[in-house]
């Protein structure tokens, strides 16, 4: 058919993320969440992990020129209409992606929003991030996040706050938007005595509280990245962030639900429907 038959582009996403060679999380659960939500997904690749399903034995990094080369190309061309981050593994590719992503706009006083998921390791405990680039991370990019979404490990790395408690879970999101983020979304799937998995999401004024069901599953592997994508994918879809958090919770809901094993571990989310 004639050219201008052609539907309209759909928007677009970007993930800045690492492989997972089990096609669980990272990179694989980004763009399927994306492709799900009717997004077209672009990916800034970080690192490629070495990794099944039961657990990730080793990773290499991606260059971080070669990182932010690929922000750059597909915003300079394609245009990204959202962004997020995943496994950035180092202190160079932390610094790489925060110029790259204050040079084309996304997240900071750019008009691309910007969610950034501070990926430290595996549900396994394995590291997915060099010890030194904590700094990096809460220096370089929370002060560009427009969400900040940490599990309840990741508080404890970044904050010190061994979160026990809603009230734990409130100091823990004040404290990380004081560095920077508009949003912080402090997950509650970690706090096992919580049978709602409340997720606490803070912009420095209101605490929104979103709980939703537990399901008696192990196979959450990609869940964290999954929300990630699909706020994101909110996002660009004209979505205001409170609207966004709830359509990535409801989304992630939904994939934990489906959740199927794989191997001999911890089976992947799903985005099957
Ligand atoms: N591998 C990569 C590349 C990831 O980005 C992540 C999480 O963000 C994981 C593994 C760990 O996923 P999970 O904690 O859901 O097992």
Redesign the pocket.
């Known amino acids: 058919s004639a050219p201008t038959d052609r539907p309209a582009p759909p928007p677009t996403a970007l993930t800045i993320?690492?492989?997972?060679s089990g096609g669980g999380?990272?990179l694989a659960a980004d763009l399927r969440t994306f492709f799900a939500c009717g997004v077209h997904g672009l990916a800034a690749v970080t690192a490629v992990?070495v990794?099944n399903s039961l657990g990730?034995t080793g990773f290499t990094e991606i260059p971080a020129d070669v990182v932010a080369g690929q922000i750059r190309s597909v915003a300079e061309d394609i245009g990204v209409g959202a962004a997020k981050t995943?496994?950035l593994a180092s202190a160079e590719i932390i610094h790489a992606v925060a110029e790259a992503c204050r040079d084309v706009g996304i997240g900071g006083a750019g008009p691309t929003p910007f969610v950034v998921?501070p990926?430290a390791a595996?549900?396994h405990g394995d590291p997915?991030l060099r010890e030194n680039a904590l700094d990096a991370l809460r220096t370089e990019l929370f002060p560009l996040a427009t969400l900040l979404t940490p599990n309840l490990d990741e508080v404890r790395l970044l904050t010190g706050i061994d979160v026990r408690d809603r009230s734990d879970q409130r100091r823990a999101a004040q404290l990380l938007h004081a560095l920077g983020p508009k949003w912080v979304l402090v997950k509650g799937g970690h706090l096992w005595t919580d049978p709602d998995c409340v997720d606490l999401l803070h912009d420095g004024r209101e605490f929104i509280e979103l709980p939703g069901p537990r399901f008696p599953t192990q196979h959450?592997?990609?869940?964290?990245?999954t929300l990630a994508s699909a706020t994101a994918a909110a996002l660009v879809k004209g979505a205001d962030m409170v609207e966004a958090v709830r359509y990535g919770k409801a989304f992630v809901v939904r994939a934990v639900h489906d959740a199927y094993p794989l191997g001999a571990g911890?089976g992947p989310v799903s985005a099957f429907w």
């Open positions: 993320a690492g492989t997972d999380a990272g992990t990794q990730v995943g496994m998921d990926v595996s549900m997915l959450t592997h990609g869940s964290g990245d911890i």
